[in-house]
């Protein structure tokens, strides 16, 4: 084996054994001390919720925030194929390469399509204690797949991916840590969007970063070692190489594409004011949104006030609305219909209803599931 090769390695296992290492090690004294827990307490409000998420910067950086990550990859892909035929740019064809590769491994499979799909931690918006319905479950510990999709968390790795940039080290120092500040800044704030909303913990967060890190490692020292490839010619490509690497691009491109869309952020907010006859002696509401999801206040107003908040990820073009129709029997029952409409593909969507209803029909409401 090259000497030079064999050098990359050794130092790529050291780096990654000692990487995984602190992870471990910094998870299990974090999960001692319930951490997590403490930290989204000082966030959510019994009253209040999670109030805080909807205030920007923070709104912006979950809606629009993963959009510089993924316009980079796709132009680290196009210019990777450019750099294979200019010989001013070959040089670094694996740097372009690395990026790519980190981001689309990374972020779109172990993160998005592997761990938060089967490790079935639920989010602190959907466990008991803030106001949700599951269990707690710590960090690194494996619940019911499709049981929530808080680990790790998806959005931050769309910061920490501009860490990349230290690879460009031996060029030029000052890129390499100014990308390292920017990738750890930026993805800092993605995770406090995203903690303050009550989508991720900490620990989601620290293991975004940890994954991504992990992969970099492996692709920059045991797969393309990038400065070896400083001294590498313009070799001509035949036409069906050509062809096979635009198929290659052409497939992770669409790859990146799915991932982005399927994984777009969806935020919708409706308000609906009935009004309610004098004749109106009890309200049952018939609703297709789950009664854990529904929070009554009974108070000083005359009419009923429903605010339904809905969020998740959906496919672009993708809608929701809500159809509300009254009817008032001879008994003096009042049917509400309340229809929570989708239309598209939400690969994952959390409805939130706040109703505020007036204090004489305290004791006199009652909520029935639609048929479907």
């Given at each position: 084996m090259d000497p030079q090769r064999k050098r990359y390695y050794w130092i790529g296992a050291i780096l990654l054994t000692l990487w995984l290492a602190v992870l471990l090690t910094a998870t299990l004294v974090w999960n001692r001390f319930d951490a997590d827990r403490v930290i989204i307490r000082q966030i959510w409000s019994p009253e209040t919720g999670w109030s805080l998420g909807d205030d920007q910067p923070w709104r912006f950086l979950y809606e629009f925030?993963?959009?510089?990550?993924?316009?980079?990859?796709?132009i680290s892909l196009l210019a990777w194929y450019r750099s294979l035929q200019s010989p001013k740019w070959i040089r670094f064809r694996r740097y372009f390469l690395l990026y790519s590769l980190t981001s689309i491994v990374g972020a779109g499979l172990i993160v998005n399509a592997l761990l938060k799909e089967y490790t079935g931690r639920p989010r602190p918006r959907e466990v008991v204690e803030f106001g949700g319905n599951w269990e707690y479950r710590a960090a690194?510990?494996?619940?019911?797949?499709?049981?929530?999709?808080?680990?790790?968390?998806?959005?931050?790795?769309?910061?920490?991916?501009?860490?990349?940039?230290?690879?460009?080290?031996?060029y030029s120092p000052p890129l390499a840590i100014g990308s390292l500040v920017l990738g750890l800044g930026y993805g800092t704030l993605m995770s406090t969007a995203r903690l303050v909303q009550g989508a991720h913990y900490v620990s989601?967060?620290?293991?975004?970063?940890?994954?991504m890190g992990a992969t970099f490692i492996c692709f920059y020292f045991f797969v393309l070692q990038p400065p070896l490839s400083d001294s590498v010619l313009v070799r001509k490509i035949s036409n069906r190489t050509k062809w096979r690497l635009r198929i290659g691009i052409a497939a992770c491109l669409i790859l990146i594409t799915v991932l982005y869309s399927t994984r777009?952020?969806?935020?919708?907010?409706?308000?609906?004011?009935?009004?309610?006859?004098?004749?109106?002696?009890?309200?049952?509401l018939v609703t297709n949104v789950p009664a854990e999801n529904w929070d009554v206040e009974f108070t000083n107003v005359d009419h009923l006030i429903m605010d339904l908040q809905v969020n998740g990820f959906a496919f672009p073009a993708s809608k929701h609305d809500l159809d509300v129709d009254t009817e008032l029997s001879s008994k003096g029952i009042m049917q509400i219909l309340v229809n929570s409409k989708t239309f598209g593909y939400f690969p994952e969507l959390h409805e939130g209803v706040t109703l505020r209803v007036p204090m004489r029909f305290q004791h006199r409401l009652s909520l029935t599931p639609l048929p479907p």
């Open positions: 925030g993963t959009i510089p990550a993924f316009a980079l990859t796709f690194l510990e494996l619940g019911i797949p499709g049981q929530g999709q808080s680990f790790p968390c998806g959005h931050c790795t769309m910061g920490f991916i501009f860490a990349s940039g230290v690879m460009f080290w031996n989601d967060a620290f293991w975004s970063l940890g994954v777009r952020p969806f935020f919708k907010e409706h308000q609906r004011i009935v009004s309610l006859s004098l004749e109106a002696l009890h309200i049952e």
